[in-house]
């Protein structure tokens, strides 16, 4: 029978649910971004407009497309996804990927085309191995080249990993799970100081909220906080999917980084999440090799490295795009990558 495409609805958010967690479990490493919970919480704090497309064959759900768009008065841009990172990309079961990956390639293209988007982006996946599913289906689209770090849980670490472990926990600096009003202002404050210093982009204190009720801990997401005499010297928010803890928020105070809140932080979680039968830890990708944040992921055994890819192209033309500036793309299109700015 012939696959067909259509938009999903809300109402088969358990169905799509059910799939991701099938094909999570297995070969493909789905991440919890792909999840609806993660969608709505973009559309809660306002990133864009869902445009989620599903793939299938005799009624059954056998790919997926996690989309949004923003619509401004400078145009409509389309990302799959927006918000940070290499989390998009079409999802589906290796065995007919070729096929999934053209028609739902092909009908956000004719959506974008149709909406005369400024620009459409496609993030390739976590660990895809063939780009040439994307060069074939996107054939003539610019090409933006960046790197993610991940490992498997349970891997060797470096020894100075176990040494800053021992020094925190001679200092005294434990860690809890016990969230309170208290310790998530003095977890987003440390987070956004650290954005500050560090020129990061910050999430809004929002999706920091939606992902700390009470049904995300049970089920999707941990938080973490590293104390010393009751005062929150960093914290970690983790997201799950059924193989993969992706290092979502981290932030130590920069004060205390001596006393290796962030070591103890992820030690904690690590654990955790290997406990619970989970395989890989998804570092995220990193500024540059010769960034700190590159050597310190090394040192936990975060050495592989795995290419991502976005792919980007302007269905309104590109002078349309050098007009708005960055300044301008930044203002009416934040968490979207709207085109490369060397390119401007």
Not at 35 to 42: A, E, F, K, N, V
Not at 192 to 211: E, H, M, S
Request: charged share 20%.
């Amino acid at each position: 029978m012939e696959m067909i495409v259509e938009q999903l609805r809300r109402d088969q958010d358990s169905e799509l649910t059910a799939f991701l967690d099938t094909l999570g479990a297995g070969s493909v490493p789905v991440l919890g971004y792909h999840y609806p919970y993660y969608r709505d919480m973009l559309e809660a704090i306002g990133v864009g407009e869902p445009h989620y497309l599903g793939a299938r064959r005799n009624g059954t759900l056998i790919g997926c497309l996690p989309a949004f768009q923003k619509k401004s008065p400078a145009g409509t841009v389309i990302s799959s996804l927006p918000f940070f990172g290499p989390n998009g990309g079409v999802l589906c079961a290796p065995e007919q990927a070729e096929a999934i990956h053209a028609v739902l390639l092909a009908a956000i293209v004719e959506h974008a085309r149709g909406a005369d988007a400024l620009s459409c982006s496609i993030y390739t996946p976590f660990q895809l191995p063939d780009f040439g599913l994307y060069d074939r289906a996107l054939s003539g689209w610019p090409v933006v080249e960046k790197f993610t770090q991940y490992q498997s849980l349970g891997d060797s670490r470096d020894q100075s990993v176990t040494w800053s472990l021992r020094k925190a926990q001679r200092l005294g600096v434990t860690v809890s799970t016990e969230l309170t009003p208290e310790r998530l202002d003095g977890f987003y404050a440390i987070y956004t100081q650290n954005c500050r210093d560090y020129g990061i982009p910050l999430k809004p204190r929002a999706c920091v909220d939606f992902l700390t009720t009470p049904e995300m801990l049970r089920t999707r997401t941990r938080i973490y906080f590293a104390l010393h005499e009751n005062k929150v010297l960093g914290g970690l928010l983790m997201v799950w999917s059924p193989a993969v803890a992706s290092y979502y928020i981290p932030c130590s105070l920069s004060e205390a980084r001596n006393m290796q809140p962030g070591t103890m932080l992820i030690d904690a979680a690590m654990r955790d999440a290997h406990a619970a039968g989970l395989r890989l830890w998804n570092w995220e990708s990193s500024p540059s090799r010769d960034s700190g944040v590159y050597k310190f992921k090394k040192n936990w055994g975060g050495t592989i490295e795995r290419a991502y890819r976005i792919y980007v192209q302007s269905f309104a033309g590109e002078d349309r795009i050098r007009t708005l500036g960055r300044d301008g793309i930044a203002r009416e299109f934040p968490y979207f990558f709207v085109w490369p700015f060397d390119r401007l």
